[in-house]
């Protein structure tokens, strides 16, 4: 299975595919976020190291059963070859109501085909008051005409 773009990446095919991330993230399908990584990707995500798809898929579920109106948005923060690097940040609230925007950076590392094999996440959470929220488009895609994080100040 090939999922373009492919390596090695330019700086269009490498925003391509952190928007596809971002994309795919905002789903909140798990089953269709998996398919992004091989089947042996490797992951670190705090303190948390999934190993396959099916381990990813599992972490992916219970993620967001706990996140819930989670948005995302990824950026480009550089890239060479098959590795991409990124900074996000996301808003969610847990299930008393609190909101967090969490904040992180992301190295990524793709095979031949385009498959993300290595995944490694540092990630910060920040309590926020309902009003200090930024992502207001509706579950799912981020819509192109939103800011992205510089363009927030983030």
Do not use: C
């Not at 847990?94 to 909101?99: E, I, L, R, S």
């Amino acid at each position: 299975m090939s999922r373009p773009p492919l390596p090695p990446f330019t700086e269009e095919t490498a925003r391509q595919k952190v928007r596809a991330a971002e994309d795919g993230w905002n789903s909140r399908d798990p089953g269709k976020v998996t398919l992004a990584y091989t089947p042996d990707s490797q992951w670190r995500n705090r303190s948390e190291f999934p190993r396959g798809r099916s381990e990813i898929e599992a972490f992916l579920a219970a993620k967001w059963e706990k996140e819930q109106d989670y948005r995302l948005i990824k950026e480009l923060w550089a890239f060479t070859g098959n590795r991409i690097a990124v900074r996000f940040a996301y808003e969610w609230r847990d299930k008393a109501g609190q909101w967090y925007r969490s904040y992180g950076n992301e190295n990524w590392q793709f095979d031949a085909d385009g498959l993300m094999e290595l995944r490694y996440a540092s990630i910060n959470d920040l309590a926020i008051s309902e009003d200090e929220r930024l992502f207001h488009w509706p579950q799912g895609r981020r819509p192109d005409d939103h800011p992205g994080l510089s363009d927030l100040g983030l």
